[in-house]
């Protein structure tokens, strides 16, 4: 069975900076994409940020323009896991973010394209 695990969310001021990390227990995840998307109080569940293989060892990342240029998405093979560093964050950056997985890639970038989910974690950003 395979977990996704989501750590490195708090509280922080506008400005700051947060690194998030998704491990993943009980599969290799290597061939997967993996995302990461959010979903504040009130709105709907929303994408941020993926990397996904292209072959056997190189990968792509894509952002929401939301998030582009603050953020960069990566991953370690090794351990098995996820990466999102948050820069230069932003109140309306308030959410619960998650980490996700699927099988293949696209352009849709939809939370009904990913079949793995972690529990999420809690980033606040104060003004």
């Known amino acids: 069975q395979v977990q996704l695990v989501e750590s490195g969310g708090g509280l922080v001021q506008a400005g700051g900076s947060l690194r998030l990390s998704c491990v993943a227990t009980?599969?290799?995840?290597?061939?997967?994409?993996l995302g990461w998307f959010r979903q504040a109080p009130g709105k709907e569940r929303e994408f941020v940020a993926d990397?996904?293989?292209?072959?056997?060892?190189?990968?792509?990342?894509y952002y929401a323009d939301s998030v582009k240029g603050r953020s960069t998405i990566s991953r370690d093979n090794a351990k098995n896991t996820l990466f999102l560093q948050l820069n230069s964050l932003k109140p309306e950056d308030t959410a619960v973010y998650y980490c996700?997985?699927?099988?293949?890639?696209?352009?849709?970038?939809?939370?009904?394209?990913?079949?793995?989910w972690g529990q999420g974690t809690q980033v606040t950003v104060s003004s």
């Open positions: 996700a997985a699927r099988t293949g890639s696209g352009v849709v970038r939809t939370p009904d394209q990913y079949a793995l």
């Open positions: 009980g599969r290799t995840l290597s061939t997967y994409t």
């Open positions: 990397i996904y293989p292209i072959g056997t060892s190189t990968y792509y990342t």
